[in-house]
């Protein structure tokens, strides 16, 4: 699925099934919600954290996808076009860090 269809097919979702889009302060908060459960498995799993027994079984990609679905929600509710937006970005990116990264030697 691309970018823009995934901004349609959350918009649909939302207009069926979720009634409305939350306000986007609601949104917003929801987005750190979400965020700060990858960020708990990432943390226990993948960092230096013990992993809770309750932890195991959580799913990180279904995480990753909640921020996701979210964040979608609020680029939809402020009329961001991601695909174009992330286009940009990524020019940004690579102009201003072309040999930065290159030239790190703690990446080396």
Do not use: P
């Amino acid at each position: 699925m691309t970018i823009e269809e995934a901004q349609s097919i959350v918009d649909e979702w939302i207009t069926t099934i979720g009634v409305r889009y939350f306000d986007e302060m609601t949104n917003t908060a929801i987005l750190m919600e979400e965020v700060g459960e990858v960020a708990r498995i990432m943390s226990r799993r993948y960092g230096e954290q013990s992993e809770k027994e309750s932890d195991k079984n959580k799913d990180l990609g279904d995480e990753m996808a909640d921020v996701l679905f979210v964040l979608i929600c609020l680029a939809n509710q402020t009329g961001i076009d991601l695909a174009e937006a992330l286009k940009k970005n990524l020019e940004k990116k690579t102009n201003r860090d072309f040999d930065r990264h290159k030239n790190n030697d703690k990446l080396k």
